[in-house]
């Protein structure tokens, strides 16, 4: 079975940074890899499918890249709607989600 | 707008199943090619991948899920639903139903609508 695993686990940040989160597959998934956006008490948010395609609607200061088995999402400039935790999935066969990576104020 | 809405019991007693339904409004469970599929995430942790059931009617689970989960589709009510048995205190969660996008492009997750999530407690 693949596994993901994301990196840190955690990050404090201040409104303007930049933040990258780094998602890593067991095995290879080709860029087959979604990124979520989760804040407390809702359901999570799509932002990148395909590893790098920004789903509609969402701020272009949200990207994503990589292929394989490495891969990444970068907050340009965090902005104080961008605190929240994040979940990377593998995107086929079975879509198992990262542990997340929670963002907070520093 | 695709809507979908959980419903189910929010209190199920230990070694009982569990069976939650996922209405789907805004478009037809069976007219495309989507999956539909069920997440949860236990109070305070992360989201957990439970399975997923394609328009045609096959099915994926959580390999971990597996021998205790069935996802089923009634298209005349437009819903698919969720059992999981033999429930124990680590299956508390919020559960969520969800729908992809298209598979070609998203690939069999990548889940664009979700329902609120509802809260199920096992305890007896």
């Known amino acids: 079975d693949i596994q993901m695993t994301q990196s840190p686990s955690s990050v404090s940040a201040s409104v303007g940074d930049r933040v990258t989160i780094t998602c890593r597959a067991s095995?290879?998934?080709?860029?087959?890899l979604a990124w979520y956006q989760q804040k407390p008490g809702k359901a999570p948010k799509l932002l990148i499918y395909?590893?790098?395609s920004l789903q509609s609607g969402v701020p272009s200061r949200f990207s994503g890249s990589g292929s394989g088995t490495d891969f990444t999402l970068t907050i340009s400039s965090l902005q104080p709607e961008d605190f929240a935790t994040y979940y990377c999935?593998?995107?086929?066969?079975?879509?198992?989600f990262g542990p997340g990576t929670k963002v907070d104020i520093k | 707008q695709l809507q979908l809405q959980e419903s189910g019991p929010g209190l199920v007693k230990p070694s009982e199943t569990l069976s939650l339904t996922c209405t789907v409004s805004?478009?037809?469970?069976?007219?495309?090619?989507?999956?539909w599929g069920w997440i949860r995430q236990p109070p305070g942790k992360g989201l957990e991948w439970i399975g997923s059931i394609y328009y045609s009617g096959s099915t994926y689970y959580n390999p971990s899920l597996k021998s205790r989960v069935t996802i089923s589709v009634d298209t005349s009510k437009n819903q698919f639903s969720l059992k999981l048995s033999s429930v124990t205190a680590a299956d508390t969660a919020v559960y969520y139903c969800a729908r992809n996008g298209a598979p070609r492009y998203y690939g069999s997750g990548s889940y664009i609508y979700w329902g609120q999530g509802t809260l199920v407690t096992v305890s007896s």
């Open positions: 805004g478009g037809s469970i069976s007219s495309s090619s989507y999956y």
């Open positions: 999935q593998q995107a086929n066969s079975f879509p198992l």
């Open positions: 095995q290879g998934i080709s860029s087959w």
């Open positions: 395909a590893a790098s």
